[in-house]
């Protein structure tokens, strides 16, 4: 049990373009999804937390507005990267918390931007 | 600013001998939680810990929570190849996880 999968693994865009990815709890409900940021030989950086129906909440230093964050259902929550710089490349992993308090995590998305 | 620190950053054993990872925070946390992360992949949750003083034992592995709630410390007893990999604290408070720098750990046959 508590599986979470994230959608694409891997994904290459240019410069400019916008990103979606997708993360969704396969058997369980998730009651608040989070974002995080992982760079190469660091540790994770908690960029949003999201809850379903609501606007997500994030971390200082993180633009909302860059990265657009939609809890639509207790299973999905997606990140849009708009507008991807090259330094915006990075493992992105979601975790999903369900009753029981404990954070699962998915496999990442490697984000790169040419 | 890491609110927990790891110690030590890397650590390479050969097989058979024993570690010990640290975690280290001035803060109290409600739980924390220990995970070993393998490259490309999202962490993988071994174990929480909730009560000051706790041990708990999976297998090989022994985690402990300071009494006070603010450290923890992870133990491997004969280590084998498959225990290579990036092992992360993370303390929880007010719903969020705070991450530590990681250790990484190489177990050579």
């Known amino acids: 049990g508590a599986v979470v999968s994230q959608h694409p693994s891997w994904v290459i865009c240019k410069s400019g373009t916008s990103v979606k990815i997708e993360c969704r709890s396969l058997d369980f409900q998730a009651t608040t999804m989070f974002w995080y940021r992982q760079f190469p030989k660091q540790s994770l950086m908690l960029m949003a937390t999201?809850?379903?129906?609501?606007?997500?909440?994030?971390e200082q230093g993180v633009e909302k507005d860059k990265f657009l964050i939609n809890h639509a259902s207790l299973t999905l929550s997606t990140l849009t990267v708009t507008s991807a710089h090259p330094e915006d490349s990075s493992f992105y992993i979601c975790?999903?918390?369900?009753?029981?308090?404990?954070?699962?995590f998915g496999p990442g998305t490697r984000l790169t931007v040419t | 600013t890491q609110l927990l620190e790891q110690s030590p950053q890397f650590l390479s054993i050969q097989e058979g001998e024993n570690l010990t990872v640290y975690c280290n925070s001035s803060s109290v946390f409600s739980s924390l939680q220990w995970y070993r992360q393998e490259p490309g992949e999202g962490p993988v949750l071994l174990v929480t810990v909730v009560t000051g003083g706790e041990v708990k034992k999976l297998k090989r592995l022994t985690f402990q929570f300071g009494d006070a709630r603010k450290d923890s410390s992870l133990h491997i007893t004969a280590a084998q190849p498959g225990d290579t990999g990036l092992y992360l604290c993370a303390g929880a408070r007010w719903g969020k996880l705070q991450f530590g720098a990681g250790t990484q750990v190489v177990v050579t046959p």
């Open positions: 975790s999903a918390t369900g009753t029981s308090g404990e954070q699962y």
């Open positions: 999201s809850n379903e129906g609501s606007k997500a909440t994030y």
